[in-house]
């Protein structure tokens, strides 16, 4: 509530799969109880994750799609990486299919261009989604982006537990 009086929104992280069923009841409850301002964060490596856009399609929630970053086992996850592109691009059409606003959270060239290729491709204003990307990472993607128009939000980690975010992120990606 907070928040939306700032004119601002909360975002609701996805951790690792055993706190996908908990996340997706918090995030159903917040938006019974009236409250719009709140994003729900989901992993495009989840086997699951097109089921779930489904069944929160008549919210219309407010998305941050990533491609995932926990250790999973293959029956949860795919493993393989265009697999999971695959299933990104799958995701990301749905979510706009149901008129949701997304945060297209991705480093990676392909998904930036399927990004671009979608929003395109159904004519959305820049106002109906946004990419999303850390700071420090891939710099000349985010500058096309934003020299192109689109919207552009950079994450920085902080808080107690930054550090640990931020070598998760070094393992997935040295450079």
């Known amino acids: 509530t907070h928040a939306s009086t700032l004119g601002n929104f909360v975002c609701i992280d996805m951790e690792d799969s055993g706190c996908t069923d908990a996340t997706l009841r918090i995030y ?3 938006r019974q109880e009236g409250l719009d301002n709140v994003w729900l964060v989901l992993q495009a490596y989840l086997r699951r994750t ?3 856009v489904e069944a929160l399609a008549g919210l219309a929630p407010s998305y941050r799609l990533c491609k995932g970053i926990y250790v999973e086992p293959e029956e949860v996850a795919f493993k393989d990486a265009e697999e999971i592109r695959v299933n990104y691009r799958s995701v990301l059409d749905a ?3 149901a008129g949701s606003y997304v945060g297209i959270a991705t480093h990676d060239p392909a998904l930036v261009e399927a990004g671009r290729a979608v929003v395109a491709k159904r004519g959305l204003a820049n ?3 946004e990419f999303q990307m850390l700071l420090g990472v891939t710099e000349g993607i985010r ?3 934003v020299s192109e128009g689109h919207r552009l939000r950079v994450y920085v980690p902080y808080g107690r537990d ?3 975010y931020c070598v998760r992120r ?3 990606n040295p450079r």
Do not use: I, P, T, V
Request: proline share 0%.
């Open 28 to 30: 159903a409850r917040l």
């Open 50 to 52: 097109g089921a779930d």
């Open 95 to 97: 979510m706009f299919a």
């Open 127 to 129: 106002d109906r989604y």
């Open 143 to 145: 500058a096309q982006l």
């Open 162 to 164: 930054w550090h640990a």
């Open 170 to 172: 070094l393992k997935e």
